[in-house]
């Protein structure tokens, strides 16, 4: 090394230890943090903020909104960190050491959902125009935190984040899962747990597909053999089991607490054996069907020329409308195999003006672009491309979901332990790298509402098994629904994901292990 070097080398160690001592702290980099889904923006300032006991919440103003937005985060920070952060409310900035929550409405690039985070030696200030900005934003809090802030119990500090400023905000704003609790059910508190999931992700809608072939999983007050035989079983022949309306109405509300909508299914006219098995009348041969606990798709259907249906159907939407805040209902309409199609199409119609009707607007499986679509109705496209480019050139919004890369039911590859592999199999790398307004021609961004990821439980019955499929492929959904496709890459996303590791780790989620991805990576911090 020659001598200039060495002494250049000397030089910057000596005015890093000065800086270090000066501050008492070592640099950050906030533009190296695993923040997933990435930020629009982030521009590192190279020091720390540290959470102390001293450390509060504070919110502007006495909005029991933004209150209970900052217990959220206190309630997520001091178990692991045994701060004790308190929520308070304030009109002014507080002192330093605290974390400041407040809505501005000035900066609309930001949206309903974006926010700004400011981190500074001394403070943390999240600016958003609307809660919604807010609760996202607390999710980047706790992820630029070390993983092990999301453990159970307390764990040793110290607790810094690197300083800096994140502009942030989606690029979708429907960005979901689906979870069918027909084929298997998962009861209240598995499903809270997922909604807790897609929280941290800030994803924004779970679309529960509550009825099918093998089962009804929502009580109807009007027709309640619905539940009370058809809730009875599921694949393989287990208990099955249903929600309540007082159950799904709290399901509903963890959602909303989240800044998540719920999205209720009632798939028809075919995946419909549960509601045959449970109603005689509901069947063209007048017989009640057997219950089913196959894996078989395509074999049933409502009979579409008697009025009873349509007053079965009507009384369905009527009592899941209300129990509904979010505008949509979706009515299926996938695989209606043994309907004919003149019968169809007047069946999807008739079914979505009923729907609006009842005030709701209609999303349906991508077959339903085959009938006359109403005008907010959206075409979930899973399978058949021509089928959502029909309804794009009838003026609808598409949700993109294509099996091919978003079904999470998909085998990871052959040696999968659970899933299936009609669409081929999903790794981890194939389930990120794609761009849903690169799919078709026709279907481009300014036609699609935005992605969802289902996950059908043909194969899987418990929690266990049900995150072996979705993580940890969901965290890369999240990505594409709201970061930018610009600033998205598999070689630089895989880094963070595996990082996201320890956090998945953390909350408790049996993930995956994916091959294609270096776990072993270990957290920065
Ligand atoms: N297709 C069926 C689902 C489920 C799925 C399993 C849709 C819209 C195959 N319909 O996907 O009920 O059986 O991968």
New binding site residues.
């Given amino acids: 090394m020659t001598k200039t070097k060495f002494k250049n080398l000397a030089l910057g160690g000596f005015i890093l230890a000065a800086f270090v001592s000066q501050t008492g702290c070592k640099p950050t980099d906030l533009s190296k943090e695993n923040l997933i889904p990435k930020p629009v923006s982030v521009v590192a300032t190279g020091s720390s903020f540290d959470l102390t006991d001293q450390t509060d919440i504070y919110v502007q103003g006495e909005a029991a909104e933004l209150i209970q937005i900052g217990q959220f985060l206190a309630d997520k920070l001091n178990p692991s960190t045994g701060l004790g952060i308190e929520v308070k409310t304030t009109i002014e900035a507080p002192g330093p050491g605290n974390i400041f929550l407040s809505l501005s409405g000035t900066d609309a690039e930001l949206g309903n959902e974006g926010y700004e985070l400011t981190i500074t030696d001394k403070s943390v200030n999240l600016v958003a125009n609307q809660p919604a900005g807010l609760f996202r934003g607390i999710q980047s809090i706790r992820q630029i935190l070390p993983s092990r802030v999301e453990m159970a119990d307390k764990q040793k500090g110290p607790w810094k984040l690197a300083t800096g400023t994140i502009r942030d905000y989606p690029s979708y704003g429907y960005r979901g899962s689906m979870l069918?609790v027909a084929?298997h059910f998962f009861g209240v508190e598995d499903v809270k747990n997922l909604i807790d999931q897609l929280a941290y992700y800030k994803m924004n809608v779970l679309h529960l597909?509550l009825s099918?072939d093998q089962g009804w999983r929502i009580e109807i007050k009007s027709w309640p053999n619905l539940t009370a035989h058809g809730g009875k079983t599921e694949v393989g022949g287990g208990e099955g089991g249903f929600y309540t309306q007082e159950q799904y109405s709290d399901i509903v509300k963890y959602a909303q607490d989240r800044y998540i909508t719920i999205v209720p299914e009632i798939?028809m006219p075919g995946?419909t054996n549960a509601a045959l098995a449970s109603y005689a009348e509901l069947n063209c041969s007048g017989k009640a069907t057997e219950l089913y606990t196959g894996?078989e798709?395509g074999f049933s259907t409502l009979c579409t020329n008697k009025e009873v249906t349509y007053k079965f159907i009507d009384d369905v939407i009527r009592e899941l409308a209300a129990l509904t805040p979010g505008e949509y209902l979706h009515i299926?309409g996938?695989?209606s195999h043994v309907t004919k199609i003149e019968d169809y199409i007047p069946f999807m119609n008739r079914v979505q003006d009923m729907v609006i009707a009842h005030g709701k607007k209609v999303f349906a499986?991508d077959e339903i672009a085959l009938a006359t679509l109403k005008p907010n109705t959206v075409v979930?496209y899973?399978?058949k491309a021509e089928n959502a480019v029909k309804g794009v050139e009838q003026g609808a919004k598409v949700l993109i979901s294509p099996?091919k890369y978003a079904?999470l039911?998909?085998q990871y590859d052959s040696t999968s332990t659970y899933g299936?592999h009609?669409?081929g199999y999903v790794e981890v790398d194939k389930g990120y790298n794609w761009d849903p307004a690169n799919l078709e021609p026709t279907i481009k961004k300014e036609n699609i509402i935005g992605i969802e990821a289902?996950l059908?439980t043909?194969t899987v019955g418990t929690r266990e098994e049900a995150e072996y499929l979705i993580f940890p492929r969901l965290l890369g959904y999240a990505e594409i629904g709201w970061t930018p496709t610009e600033l998205r890459s598999w070689d630089e996303y895989k880094i963070r994901l595996a990082n996201h590791g320890e956090r998945m780790k953390a909350m408790k989620i049996s993930f995956y292990p994916s091959k294609l991805v270096n776990w072993d990576a270990k957290d920065k911090k």
């Fill in positions: 069918d084929r597909h099918d798939d995946h894996r798709v299926g996938d695989e499986w979930q899973w399978a099996a079904y039911d998909m299936l009609w669409a289902p059908w043909e």
